[in-house]
């Protein structure tokens, strides 16, 4: 018959909560070598760390009569991202023999004809933000410009064409109704080139009354989170090392 001792389960190996506890606290110090250094880290980084501020520029592009674009702002917003921006980020290497440390991001508020320009960095940053803005801005005004031309010409001709259609027409015998039509399609023309509206700029690079980074706050309790998670993990890491090495010495001793 088999004893009931055979059917035991062997724990020797096992680790309780006490063994932990008891590992922890004769570590103690490593654990709070590290936590506290972690800890300072993030203090530092926090404390050091320039304040960012959000810089806003405001566009209105160039309107024809009714609120329709002379061009859709997305389509211009295409263009700066794609040409214009990477053209004044060259530039600015070109003149600072450094990337330009900071970003543009471009966005057009729903159902508006706006294009705003967003920027983050540094106070220190700000004349160099500007700037770009600036430089950015007058490409977009100068594009719509032309086509604003374009529309203004063409509004021009066909104005001018139905004013000789008038003419002709007066010399006519039953040309009544078609003079009517004619200077009535005529000052609706009229009215469309008065319409017509040029890029319009609103505001330039306007810095934001509260900064937007570093959250402090948030480093500080990140910092803290991650000091304490590695200062555990150091801990038991450095009981299992201690270990390792008091049973090659035994081994080596045998």
């Known amino acids: 018959?088999?004893?009931p001792n055979n059917h035991r389960t062997d724990y020797s190996d096992e680790i309780s909560l006490v063994d932990l506890a008891a590992i922890f606290i004769r570590r103690?110090?490593?654990f709070y070598a590290v936590f506290v250094a972690i800890t300072l880290a993030g203090l530092a980084y926090a404390l050091l760390t320039p304040n960012e501020y959000q810089y806003v520029s405001l566009v209105q592009v160039a309107q024809k009569d009714g609120g329709t674009f002379v061009q859709p702002p997305t389509t211009a917003i295409a263009t700066l991202e794609n040409r214009w921006l990477p053209e004044?980020?060259?530039a600015y290497r070109a003149e600072h023999d450094k990337?330009?440390?900071?970003d543009v991001s471009f966005s057009?508020?729903?159902d508006t004809g706006l294009i705003q320009f967003n920027s983050s960095t540094t106070a220190e940053n700000s004349k160099s933000v500007k700037a770009v803005h600036e430089a950015l801005i007058a490409?977009?005004?100068d594009s719509q410009g032309r086509l604003v031309k374009v529309e203004q010409a063409s509004l021009e001709s066909q104005i001018q064409s139905l004013g000789r259609t008038v003419d002709l027409l007066k010399g006519e015998k039953d040309a009544g109704e078609a003079i009517a039509s004619a200077i009535e399609n005529r000052s609706k023309l009229e009215l469309q080139l008065v319409g017509l509206d040029d890029v319009e700029?609103?505001?330039?690079?306007?810095q934001s009354a509260e900064k937007i980074a570093p959250k402090r706050s948030l480093i500080m309790a990140l910092a803290v989170l991650l000091g304490l998670m590695i200062g555990v993990l150091v801990t038991f890491m450095s009981e299992f090392a201690s270990s390792v090495r008091d049973r090659l010495?035994?081994?080596g001793a045998q």
């Not at 990337?99 to 900071?102: A, H, L, S, T, V």
């Open 1 to 3: 018959m088999t004893s």
């Open 28 to 30: 103690r110090r490593a």
């Open 88 to 90: 004044a980020q060259s």
């Open 99 to 102: 990337k330009m440390p900071f």
């Open 108 to 110: 057009n508020p729903e």
């Open 139 to 141: 490409k977009v005004a």
């Open 201 to 206: 700029l609103l505001v330039t690079s306007r």
């Open 249 to 251: 010495a035994s081994d």
